[in-house]
């Protein structure tokens, strides 16, 4: 069936260090994808979307490539701040908005 | 926030008992969905509607109902709650009319059950 997936729970990275999360998906029809984030107590807040025509879209401080052929996605985080800190969830965007598991981001000082 | 309030925010309730969880919005979207999150499952769909009286079921929907009977409310209800149950629920929305735009979140409810 469907599914979306991040390949790590949790990954450690030094401030100031860019930070690269990854995540799978397994239905090669979908178009259409978006990352979150989700900061404790908190529900989820978007981040940047894509759609399967292209293959990266940047914004500020933040990238998320597409690779369609291995269906991969991932999201780089430049310069990573302890705001950054949170958990970080990908999600395949049709009707019913199906998300990965997450992958909890940690800010070493 | 898109004008979303969850209802209530904190519950704890016994094995057994019906529950019934409210997601309110003010700017009268037509998608909403409702999610559980737990830990090592992240964000599960539980169901979502497309419009008054239209719903659909998610990726976990069995123990679970909802009704909605106007556009600014999406009722979620536990008609006999379980352990398993125990689980914080979040509420969301899509912005514009064919459901394309951005999904928002409320800011979740927790649920016990003993």
């Known amino acids: 069936g469907e599914s979306v997936g991040l390949h790590l729970p949790t990954l450690s990275v030094q401030e100031g260090d860019n930070s690269i999360i990854n995540c799978a998906y397994s239905?090669?029809?979908?178009?259409?994808f978006i990352w979150y984030k989700q900061e404790s107590g908190k529900g989820p807040q978007f981040i940047i979307d894509?759609?399967?025509?292209?293959d990266k879209r940047q914004g500020q401080r933040v990238t998320v490539l597409l690779n369609k052929t291995v269906k991969h996605l991932s999201l780089q985080i430049a310069a990573t701040q302890p705001g950054d800190s949170a958990v970080y969830f990908c999600?395949?965007?049709?009707?019913?908005?199906?998300f990965g598991k997450g992958t909890r981001l940690h800010i070493l000082p | 926030d898109a004008g979303i309030t969850q209802s209530p925010r904190h519950k704890v309730t016994e094995t057994g008992t019906p529950v019934t969880l409210r997601c309110h919005q003010t700017?009268?979207?037509?998608?909403m969905y409702w999610y559980r999150q737990d830990p090592g499952h992240g964000l599960r769909l539980i169901h979502y509607?497309?419009?008054?009286?239209?719903?659909d079921k998610g990726e976990v929907s069995d123990g679970y109902s909802v009704s909605r009977s106007k556009t600014e409310d999406f009722l979620l209800t536990l008609e006999s709650a379980t352990s398993s149950q125990t689980s914080v629920y979040f509420c969301a929305i899509v912005t514009g009319a064919s459901g394309t735009g951005e999904l928002f979140f409320g800011e979740g409810s927790r649920l016990t059950v003993l």
């Open positions: 894509i759609r399967s025509n292209m």
């Open positions: 700017e009268n979207h037509r998608y």
């Open positions: 509607s497309y419009g008054v009286k239209d719903t």
């Open positions: 239905n090669s029809a979908s178009d259409y």
């Open positions: 999600a395949d965007r049709d009707d019913k908005i199906i």
